[in-house]
């Protein structure tokens, strides 16, 4: 088996090197985790964009400010929000080596992902038995594009979680299991970032006239 420099720096941070691998350069995980999230935000970089261009062709159909519920997405993006403050604080556990708490706050970070998917899914099921699915109008089509792929993300992330607790419970807080959960907290927090950018930009602007 090869030997590998400490979990944790003095800091209580997860280390991303094995010092047994020649081929694994230091901080090559977390290189490539941000790689991956500049690939993810071009994507949605396109679909702001596709958006921005046929958000106001409604193909004499209904608009945002006909559609939207502002209250609704209000408590979605509470719950999205309260959900990185939970795994702040599963990042804490794990930098004390507290496995039980991060499990804990893992499971609530999943608890209100799944709560945010549900909104969305209710939603979706509101807009398309009114008639205003994305075959509707060139506005519906980009708007379900945009919000669903941010919807699916979210689900995968939920999946992560899960998986990343029946992990930390089997094996513990292993080295492997801590970069884990580092990668997955870039990961959540990029969601919110962007899921920000979809609240601004496509449902507070949506309701303007």
């Not at 094995?18 to 999230?37: A, Q, R």
């Not at 939207?68 to 599963?90: E, M, P, Q």
């Not at 499990?103 to 969305?120: C, N, P, Q, R």
């Not at 299991?177 to 449902?203: E, K």
Request: aromatic share 14%; proline share 2%.
């Amino acid at each position: 088996m090869s030997e590998s420099i400490a979990l944790t720096r003095e800091d209580g941070s997860p280390v991303f090197l094995d010092t047994g691998n020649k081929h694994h350069p230091e901080n090559g995980t977390l290189l490539g985790f941000w790689i991956y999230l500049l690939s993810d935000l071009m994507i949605f970089g396109a679909l702001f964009a596709t958006y921005g261009v046929l958000g106001r062709s409604y193909a004499a159909g209904p608009s945002g400010a006909d559609l939207f519920d502002l209250n609704l997405i209000a408590i979605n993006t509470a719950l999205l929000l309260v959900s990185s403050i939970t795994y702040g604080f599963a990042m804490i556990s794990m930098q004390r080596r507290h496995a039980k708490g991060v499990i804990g706050w893992l499971a609530a970070t999943g608890l209100l992902g799944v709560g945010f998917l549900a909104i969305e899914l209710y939603e979706f099921w509101h807009l398309i038995s009114l008639g205003a699915g994305p075959q509707r109008s060139a506005f519906l089509s980009s708007f379900f594009a945009l919000v669903g792929t941010h919807g699916l993300h979210v689900l995968f992330g939920v999946i992560w979680l899960v998986t990343l607790c029946v992990q930390v419970n089997k094996h513990g807080l292993t080295r492997a299991n801590t970069r884990r959960i580092a990668c997955l907290s870039l990961f959540w927090h990029f969601l919110d970032v962007v899921w920000i950018g979809v609240f601004t930009f496509v449902y507070l602007m949506g309701v303007l006239p």
